[in-house]
């Protein structure tokens, strides 16, 4: 009988566990891990089991909160039965990490009416922002002075975009006017591209992996059409329409589509040869007001990474865009997500089906921004009920939320290795949030009024925000 109480003991110190990547996929079969075994021990294993020439981290979840302890604590923690099997998703982690912003390292003012937008450039050097004075101003880094303030704007500038390989910067304004910059001199690439009759919602370019040099964006607009432009022909060459009602929202995907999110409460899915309508993504009971893709922070910033390299040509560039799209992307459809006027977000695979993957309810108000983390495993939702909330950017499974603010939040930002959220409020404050304690890391107050617009800079070292008291901030480590 004693050794049947030893084989028992034996057991009873180890944990049934399942490995699985954060799609779902199983990494070998379940096996038993001792009870001390942590973080560490299974960093090693997955390594071990994935052949990673190179040692990558990882960070393991269990049921969306992050394992920081051995099984054994674990299991007494949560009170988890030693006879079930646990599944322990396995996350990559950036191999950089970047220190949380904690102090306002310069106050620009220079703008006479509200911040609207603020975006740095692909390579995080430059910085631009739009305002309700009609200038779109650019920033330099170095000296954090104002480098070019570009006139010939009539009208608020409510939205500007950088082109993938950092060559372009283009801005709509409020009468639905846009305007190509060069970003090296500040000066107008030619006259205003005029089409739009009404106000200029968002602007999307087509990424670098599928076209380079950067020649082509989208525009949607409050007039209920969105445009495809080609800045080297200078004009629209194909006009997207079919919504009922104003586009809010508008992103060129990673597969060569564009999607349309609009006040008709319908998603549209456009190919962009010909701008013919591929699909209507519907489920919203009112207004989408905001769109984020999965592969969005790649395209966003093409060939560009921490590494801070420099490239000699466009089709160099197309070739590094492409392989960091196809490594962020794996084996997995893009993902799209919406929020929406019915306080509630959709998570799609548009092209899997038009039917969503899964509804995200829980905000108390409506849902003003939505965005993925740069590796795709989180969405960020920011509403008007004073909250940011976190979702499993895979499943669209709720894990926490955020709450600090006392007023609406209008604009959230991820650090470029996922692991902090930065959000901007009509409080005046903007937070920083920690992803692995779900806890807030910063409180950095400083403006003087509402704040409208936050980046943080691809590179990480530095956040900028701009919002009605006319000033441009920028924040440091």
Same mark, same amino acid.
């Given at each position: 009988?004693?050794?049947?109480?030893?084989?028992?003991?034996?057991?009873?110190?180890?944990?049934?566990?399942?490995?699985?990547?954060?799609?779902?996929?199983?990494?070998?079969?379940?096996?038993?891990?001792?009870?001390?075994?942590?973080?560490?021990?299974?960093?090693?294993?997955?390594?071990?089991?994935?052949?990673?020439?190179?040692?990558?981290?990882?960070?393991?979840?269990?049921?969306?909160?992050?394992?920081?302890?051995?099984?054994?604590?674990?299991?007494?923690?949560?009170?988890?039965?030693?006879?079930?099997?646990?599944?322990?998703?396995?996350?990559?982690?950036?191999?950089?990490?970047?220190?949380?912003?904690?102090?306002?390292?310069? $106050?620009?003012? %220079? &703008?006479?009416?509200? #911040?609207?937008?603020? *975006?740095? /450039?692909?390579? +995080? !050097?430059? @910085?631009?922002? =739009?305002?309700?004075?009609?200038?779109?101003?650019?920033?330099?880094?170095?000296?954090?002075?104002?480098?070019? $303030?570009?006139? %010939? &704007?009539?009208?608020? #500038?409510?939205?500007? *975009?950088? /082109?993938?390989? +950092? !060559?372009? @910067?283009?801005? =709509?304004?409020?009468?639905?006017?846009?305007?190509?910059?060069?970003?090296?001199?500040?000066?107008?690439?030619?006259?205003?591209?005029?089409?739009?009759?009404?106000?200029?919602?968002?602007?999307?370019?087509?990424?670098?992996?599928?076209?380079?040099?950067?020649?082509?964006?989208?525009?949607?607009?409050?007039?209920?059409?969105?445009?495809?432009?080609?800045?080297?022909?200078?004009?629209?060459?194909?006009?997207?329409?079919?919504?009922?009602?104003?586009?809010?929202?508008?992103?060129?995907?990673?597969?060569?589509?564009?999607?349309?999110?609009?006040?008709?409460?319908?998603?549209?899915?456009?190919?962009?040869?010909?701008?013919?309508?591929?699909?209507?993504?519907?489920?919203?009971?009112?207004?989408?007001?905001?769109?984020?893709?999965?592969?969005?922070?790649?395209?966003?910033?093409?060939?560009?990474?921490?590494?801070?390299?420099?490239?000699?040509?466009?089709?160099?560039?197309?070739?590094?865009?492409?392989?960091?799209?196809?490594?962020?992307?794996?084996?997995?459809?893009?993902?799209?997500?919406?929020?929406?006027?019915?306080?509630?977000?959709?998570?799609?695979?548009?092209?899997?089906?038009?039917?969503?993957?899964?509804?995200?309810?829980?905000?108390?108000?409506?849902?003003?921004?939505?965005?993925?983390?740069?590796?795709?495993?989180?969405?960020?939702?920011?509403?008007?009920?004073?909250?940011?909330?976190?979702?499993?950017?895979?499943?669209?499974?709720?894990?926490?939320?955020?709450?600090?603010?006392?007023?609406?939040?209008?604009?959230?930002?991820?650090?470029?290795?996922?692991?902090?959220?930065?959000?901007?409020?009509?409080?005046?404050?903007?937070?920083?949030?920690?992803?692995?304690?779900?806890?807030?890391?910063?409180?950095?107050?400083?403006?003087?009024?509402?704040?409208?617009?936050?980046?943080?800079?691809?590179?990480?070292?530095?956040?900028?925000?701009?919002?009605?008291?006319?000033?441009?901030?920028?924040?440091?480590?």
């Amino acid at each position: 009988m004693e050794l049947e109480g030893e084989v028992q003991g034996e057991f009873s110190n180890n944990v049934m566990c399942l490995l699985t990547d954060p799609e779902g996929s199983p990494l070998g079969a379940p096996m038993f891990l001792p009870q001390n075994a942590g973080p560490k021990e299974l960093q090693q294993m997955v390594n071990k089991l994935l052949k990673n020439e190179e040692r990558l981290p990882y960070a393991f979840y269990v049921s969306d909160k992050e394992l920081v302890v051995q099984l054994g604590s674990y299991l007494q923690q949560h009170k988890v039965s030693v006879e079930k099997v646990l599944t322990i998703v396995y996350q990559p982690q950036a191999v950089f990490r970047i220190r949380p912003v904690n102090r306002c390292s310069s $106050t620009i003012a %220079g &703008h006479t009416e509200a #911040v609207l937008s603020v *975006a740095f /450039s692909p390579d +995080g !050097k430059q @910085l631009a922002s =739009g305002s309700g004075d009609t200038t779109v101003r650019l920033w330099d880094l170095n000296t954090q002075t104002p480098l070019f $303030t570009c006139t %010939g &704007h009539k009208n608020w #500038v409510l939205c500007i *975009a950088w /082109s993938p390989d +950092g !060559k372009h @910067l283009v801005s =709509g304004s409020k009468s639905g006017e846009l305007q190509c910059w060069d970003p090296q001199t500040g000066k107008a690439s030619g006259n205003p591209l005029i089409g739009h009759k009404k106000w200029i919602t968002g602007i999307s370019w087509e990424p670098v992996h599928l076209n380079s040099p950067s020649r082509r964006f989208v525009t949607s607009s409050k007039d209920g059409d969105a445009r495809i432009w080609d800045i080297t022909l200078r004009k629209c060459v194909i006009c997207l329409s079919g919504h009922t009602l104003a586009v809010t929202c508008v992103k060129w995907g990673g597969d060569g589509v564009i999607y349309t999110g609009s006040q008709d409460c319908v998603i549209k899915v456009w190919e962009t040869s010909q701008g013919k309508l591929i699909r209507e993504l519907k489920g919203h009971g009112h207004w989408v007001n905001s769109l984020a893709l999965s592969t969005e922070y790649v395209l966003r910033t093409g060939a560009f990474d921490h590494t801070r390299k420099e490239y000699s040509s466009p089709e160099e560039m197309k070739e590094v865009a492409l392989q960091r799209y196809n490594k962020m992307k794996g084996n997995a459809p893009e993902r799209l997500v919406s929020g929406s006027d019915d306080f509630t977000m959709f998570l799609w695979e548009p092209a899997v089906s038009k039917h969503p993957k899964t509804r995200m309810t829980g905000h108390q108000q409506l849902v003003n921004h939505v965005y993925f983390s740069p590796d795709g495993q989180w969405i960020a939702s920011a509403s008007f009920d004073k909250s940011v909330k976190l979702w499993n950017g895979i499943t669209g499974k709720f894990v926490a939320a955020f709450r600090g603010h006392v007023g609406p939040v209008y604009q959230i930002s991820w650090s470029a290795d996922s692991r902090l959220l930065l959000s901007g409020s009509k409080d005046s404050t903007l937070k920083v949030w920690d992803i692995r304690t779900q806890k807030l890391k910063e409180d950095l107050p400083g403006h003087a009024d509402e704040v409208f617009a936050v980046d943080w800079s691809p590179d990480g070292e530095k956040v900028a925000s701009g919002g009605r008291d006319r000033v441009l901030k920028l924040w440091m480590s």
